[in-house]
């Protein structure tokens, strides 16, 4: 079987769905059952992912990136492969491509809160991603949250969807906890105005001024909309010395982070699952979440929980993960249950096994 792939997030700097496909290539590069399968990965640059290039086709279809090079160059270029099933890693595929598609859709955001996109983006991605599950064989999403969004915002049947979870990312491998002296907060994710980073920020302000050691550290890039200036919310708490933004780092810089820090904060109050806060648990490190559905899914009793926009409470969770050991432990105790269903082998033969049963 010939597997065709959307290979695009890889180039360039990996988050989100790149983490995702490079996770579930890395294990069909070593998995058995893979090996009977040809892939072939369709990238607009030469991907950088060390796979071995028998099995793991590369086909570089140039131009931008972006909804013209994924309906019209793809389908064009993949014509003369000779695939019998295409993966669509990152919610939507080519609507032409002449095969039959799987594609994963991992939260329904700009659906369910049209209000957080640009309106062209809000649009394209509404129509494309309709489009596309409307048109797939099957579709695989990340948890049960996702799959209930999916069939009651997009009509899409039970039985052609898959929840399927991922494993956790190169961040989450096992490091030493951070010290008991250490009052690192760590935020890591793309910023979007659902995931209250300007409130994360406010809320460690008091901890701040009361610990002049302690440091909040945000990884991400800035995608809100409406744009929010977090270097000014810095500024206006007179944050500048101890907290730092990034837009990215990689894996091993991320590794030293998750290893350091004491507390992690996510404070979403949308996603089809959370990795970033499984990756802080993995590492050891505590999370406070937004109680939601997804969270609790996600993350079980091995989180604290607060409301949206309760800064207080915020404030009053993240200073019991940095000075509170019985319930650190407590959570920390909790954490491999909630690690268990998130594991890279089990999600790539699940995954595989939609693609062989889509294929047939």
């Not at 080519?94 to 991992?106: C, R, S, Y």
């Not at 490190?285 to 009793?301: F, I, K, N, Q, Y």
């Amino acid at each position: 079987m010939r597997i065709g792939i959307d290979a695009r997030e890889l180039c360039g700097r990996a988050t989100g769905v790149g983490r995702y496909l490079d996770g579930l290539l890395a294990q069909w590069s070593a998995s058995e059952r893979a090996r009977r399968h040809e892939f072939v990965l369709y990238t607009p640059s030469p991907s950088p992912a060390p796979l071995d290039g028998r099995r793991f086709a590369s086909r570089v279809v140039p131009g931008p990136p972006g909804t013209l090079w994924e309906q019209l160059r793809v389908p064009r270029a993949a014509a003369g492969d000779h695939l019998d099933v295409w993966f669509a890693p990152g919610y939507t595929a080519p609507l032409a491509i002449g095969v039959p598609t799987v594609v994963a859709v991992h939260d329904l955001s700009f659906v369910a809160h049209p209000e957080w996109f640009r309106l062209r983006e809000g649009i394209r991605r509404r129509w494309l991603t309709r489009a596309a599950a409307s048109r797939a064989a099957a579709i695989v999403t990340i948890s049960e949250f996702s799959k209930s969004e999916l069939m009651e915002r997009l009509h899409v049947p039970a039985e052609r969807i898959h929840v399927i979870p991922p494993g956790i990312g190169p961040a989450g491998s096992a490091t030493p906890q951070a010290p008991a002296s250490s009052l690192r907060v760590l935020y890591v994710g793309s910023i979007f105005n659902r995931r209250h980073v300007t409130d994360l920020i406010r809320a460690f302000a008091p901890i701040a001024r009361r610990h002049p050691d302690a440091s909040l550290d945000i990884v991400g890039d800035n995608r809100t909309h409406p744009y929010e200036d977090l270097a000014s919310t810095i500024a206006g708490e007179e944050l500048q010395t101890q907290v730092r933004l990034r837009s990215y780092v990689g894996d091993d810089d991320l590794r030293g982070l998750y290893a350091s820090a004491r507390a992690f904060a996510f404070l979403s109050e949308y996603e089809g699952l959370g990795l970033t806060p499984l990756e802080a648990l993995a590492a050891g490190v505590p999370p406070v979440l937004l109680d939601t559905p997804v969270a609790r899914e996600t993350c079980g009793d091995a989180a604290l929980f607060v409301r949206a926009s309760d800064l207080p409470a915020t404030t009053a969770a993240l200073d019991t993960l940095l000075f509170d050991d019985a319930v650190r432990r407590r959570i920390l105790a909790a954490a491999p249950a909630a690690l268990a269903r998130y594991d890279w082998a089990r999600a790539a033969d699940a995954t595989l096994a939609v693609l062989e049963s889509c294929a047939a």
